[in-house]
């Protein structure tokens, strides 16, 4: 298809090539000659493609894409485009305070208005870190250009001591181990530093992996792509074919629109809960699906993904990290099980130009111990389990990451199968939660569940990845690795923790966690997808009209006003609400 004519007039041409406003034309074109483009490449009708550069030395883990975005604009002028680079807000998981998650709805505020005001007729959205990925597709979809993802792909697997040690994961399992008095501070460190061998984002299963399988899944990668390690040569080979390919989507106005169904956002629900994918996919899968103008009930992760089975073995559901999974076959090839067991809409067109039944064609998996077969797995029933109660509307459960151990002691009991009562223990923000949980006072046991509060969108702001608490130190040493959790703030991808996460409403917004006092007593049921504080309705309006409702920090900077007021809750996707009704910016271009 490259090298045809447009089918339609390209939107840069009413940049470069506008016969009514011939000045401005003249205007547009002369600054871009700065760096030696010349006006014939900018009038010859070629299209212009973007591509958005997500890596800097503030965002390691996208940095490859300094380096990938050569082979991308190579792939792009071998098809008969003009690439031009420009930056995005950068996005570092790990290192942004008080939480990334503030920065997921700006970087999509820059790039929509980057992609709608500028002379731009395709995008190459590079990503991966956790909210690199969600953020350029929103954007995409609001000004619904023609549009394709390439991830920067996971670091090698870390090593540590002859153990596969993954990013993040180590850190959870470090500190249990640090409290247990098993390693001192040298070695945790040691251990962190190992997870981390290379160029790229987490090599776990963490929101990193997840989303860009997620971007696959959506059909907005090429077939592959997202599993494939940074430093390996596959990665330069994609960034030129993914270059290749953009250039043929703009001459076949392939857009957003028309990848992005309710059925494609239904395989990626499938697909993050066979590959053990992190629990913040709800938020951003939510987050995309509104941007992209398609429904998507909060009940969707149980009906579509709950009864599903864990087949991918990566931490931190599983044992491996994510060399191995792309040896395996990757995202097709988990995605393959699926297809087979009739578990994925085949029939949904993709950016390749094909379907995705035919994208999988031959993707099954030779390494079984890595990916196994549907009718084989590492666990049944492995997806989220969505639960509401007194206490908020919405909170969701990954079960994949469940261990034995927590079953055992919580959810086995004979006759109350899934069923489990426990004391709360009440803490306002992670810094209260430090400051107490060891404190002798407050009598921690087996018996008790950890609940944070004032860690949501608007009470953090930003919601914070506090959720997955670890017990006290003593009750860590005296072999209780886990105590069940909850909040209204979210845990990182990486964590091994059972918690309950992205209570909606949160308790700054009214949420029943606001009125939660320590020693209440808390009823979960998984089978009936129900948690309800032991609270009588006379009782909850006495301590809502009588005490004080718990503390909300100030903004410190202008966006986390702004950002506060107008975010939602995180069962919606915590998106900006007036952003979603703006859909196909594109079709209206801007006045000069
Ligand atoms: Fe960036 Fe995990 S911290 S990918
Ligand atoms: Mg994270």
Known sequence: MSGDPPIKRLRSRDWFDNTERMDMTALYLERFMNYGITPEELRSGKPIIGIAQS???????????LELAKRTRDGIRDAGGIPIEFPVHPI???????????????????????????????????TGCDKTTPSQIMAASTVDIPAIVLSGGPMLDGWHNGELVGSGTVIWRSRRKLAAGEID?????????????????????????TMNAVAEALGLSLTGCAAIPAPYRERGQYAYRTGRRIVEMVHEDLKPSDILTREAFLNAIATV??????????????????????PLEMQAWQEHGYDLPLLVNMQPAGEYLGERFHRAG??????????????????????????????????????????????????????????????????????????????DRYLSRPGHLNVFEARAVVFDGSDDYHHRINDPALDIGDSCILVIRGSGVLGWPGSAEVVNMQPPDALIRSGTQWLPTMGDGRQSGTS?????????????????????????????????????????????????AEEPAP?????????????????GQLSEGGVMDFAVHYRGTSRKLPRH
């Open 55 to 65: 890596g800097s030395d503030l965002s390691p883990c996208n940095r490859i894409h």
């Open 92 to 126: 570092f998981e790990n290192c942004r305070r008080p939480t990334a998650a503030l920065d997921r709805n700006l970087l999509y505020l820059g790039l929509v208005e980057l992609l709608h005001g500028y002379p731009i007729d395709g995008v190459v959205l590079t």
């Open 185 to 209: 501070e040298e070695e945790f460190l040691r251990r962190a530093t190992d997870s981390a061998p290379s160029a790229g984002h987490c090599n776990s299963m963490g929101t990193a992996s």
């Open 273 to 294: 809960s066979v590959i053990g994918g992190s629990s913040n996919a709800q938020p951003h899968i939510q987050a995309m699906a509104a941007h992209a103008g398609v």
């Open 330 to 407: 990757g995202v097709p090839a988990a995605m393959w099980e699926l297809l087979n067991a009739g578990k994925l809409h085949g029939e949904v067109r993709t950016c390749t130009g094909t379907t995705m039944a035919d994208n999988l064609e031959g993707r099954e998996s030779a390494d079984r111990a890595m990916i196994r077969p549907f009718a084989d797995p590492l666990m049944e029933k492995a997806g989220f389990l969505v639960l509401s109660g007194n206490l908020f509307h919405f909170g969701i459960l990954k079960t994949s990451v469940i261990s034995d151990e927590f079953r």
């Open 496 to 544: 091994d923790s059972p918690s309950i996460l992205n209570a909606s409403p949160e308790s700054a917004a009214g949420g029943g966690l606001a009125w939660l006092r320590t020693g209440d007593m808390i009823h979960v049921d998984l089978n009936q997808g129900t948690c309800n504080a032991l609270v009588g309705e006379a009782e909850i309006a006495r301590r809502l």
């Open 551 to 567: 503390p909300v920090p100030k903004s410190q900077t202008p966006w986390e006003e702004l950002f506060r007021e107008k975010t």
